[in-house]
């Protein structure tokens, strides 16, 4: 399969795209920073593709449309990963950030996967596979600030478009990690289990492209087994 993943530079994205390939998938991964575009790609088979992209802009659809074109990359199936994080000393709170942070948040996490998969779905078709990561910010109230805001409204989507994506046979399932060790949130220790490894998420959610294609995996939540909240 042809495997788009949206946010596949590091983290939960690096980690699947490297399952993937050991799959035999072919890939084409985007993110906003070259550099570690181009670090994951040295982990990955020769014919991975790699573009920059920030999803927030509004011309990142058309880029992206171009250059699947311009590769002969016809896609198979949709992870969508990229997330903004919102500032740490306010992250767990909907008091203190400004409205001007929320809507940054929503922008990256909600309307950002809105307009790419809005472009893509004609490209689908019955049997391909759409993966949206969520977090368990978005299925309980843990201090998740705006960015569970976020994801709440991110899960409401998700659930919305598998409903319209039924009458094609294409699956949506819905991911939600727990906290997860990523260079934005490390672990204390090599001893710290409070933590998930990105791998853990990396091998749920390549599985989901090992299902037939009358198969969907609703939702999924990971969670550390000691726990994740803030």
């Known amino acids: 399969m042809n495997i788009l993943i949206i946010g596949g530079s590091r983290g939960i994205g690096k980690a699947t795209a490297l399952e993937l390939a050991k799959a035999g998938h072919r890939l084409l991964l985007t993110g906003r920073n070259k550099d570690k575009l181009e670090e994951a790609a040295k982990e990955l088979p020769p014919d991975t593709l790699i573009l920059p992209l920030d999803v927030t802009s509004e011309e990142s659809a058309d880029r992206l449309l171009l250059f699947m074109e311009q590769q002969g990359f016809d896609v198979d199936g949709l992870i969508m990963n990229a997330a903004r994080f919102p500032k740490a000393e306010t992250k767990t709170s909907v008091i203190k950030p400004n409205a001007s942070e929320l809507s940054e948040i929503l922008e990256a996490n909600v309307v950002a996967n809105y307009r790419i998969i809005q472009r893509l779905l004609p490209k689908l078709k019955a049997g391909d596979k759409i993966v949206i990561i969520g977090?368990?910010?978005g299925i309980r109230q843990d201090k998740g600030g705006v960015y569970g805001v976020?994801?709440?409204?991110?899960?409401?989507?998700?659930?919305?478009?598998?409903?319209?994506?039924?009458?094609?046979?294409?699956?949506v399932s819905l991911v939600h990690p727990g906290a997860t060790s990523t260079e934005t949130r490390q672990k204390k220790s090599a001893e710290d289990v409070s933590l998930l490894e990105t791998s853990d998420l990396g091998i749920m959610i390549a599985t989901i492209f090992r299902l037939s294609k009358q198969a969907v995996v609703e939702e999924l939540s990971i969670r550390p087994i000691v726990g994740d909240t803030y």
């Open 150 to 171: 976020s994801k709440w409204a991110l899960r409401s989507y998700a659930y919305n478009l598998r409903a319209e994506c039924k009458d094609y046979g294409i699956s």
């Open 135 to 137: 977090s368990t910010s």
